[in-house]
């Protein structure tokens, strides 16, 4: 069993960054695979960004690519996402999970989930 708990989220202006961050706590973080998602009002949750267990290969949705950067630290058994030059669009609430392997957590298959953090963004 793997816990991740959000942090980070809060309210930025457009054109402002945050970091979000997930701590997992439980079974080995360094075989999972991570990830993030997110969910705007009335909308179904979407890929953002996923990392594979070494930290070498990742996925970025079109949508942020250039502006968001996943990363994690093995030894802090932590995740991030670091988002830059934030749009209203990006308003959400986003979670962080982990599966099997980056492509899994891309077609939302994924293992674990935390509960989120909310991300908003105004104009």
């Known amino acids: 069993q793997v816990q991740l708990v959000e942090s980070g989220g809060g309210l930025v202006q457009a054109g402002g960054s945050l970091r979000l961050s997930c701590v997992a706590s439980?079974?080995?973080?360094?075989?999972?695979?991570m990830g993030w998602f997110r969910q705007a009002p009335g909308k179904e949750r979407e890929f953002v960004a996923a990392?594979?267990?070494?930290?070498?290969?990742?996925r970025t949705a079109d949508s942020v690519k250039g502006r968001f950067t996943i990363s994690r630290d093995i030894f802090k058994n932590t995740l991030y996402l670091q988002m830059n030059s934030l749009k209203p669009e990006d308003t959400g609430v986003y979670y962080c999970?982990?599966?099997?392997?980056?492509?899994?957590?891309?077609?939302?298959?994924?293992?674990?989930w935390g509960l989120g953090t909310q991300v908003t963004v105004s104009s």
């Open positions: 999970n982990a599966g099997s392997d980056t492509l899994a957590l891309a077609r939302g298959n994924a293992d674990f």
């Open positions: 439980g079974r080995t973080f360094s075989s999972n695979a």
């Open positions: 990392i594979s267990w070494s930290g070498v290969s990742t």
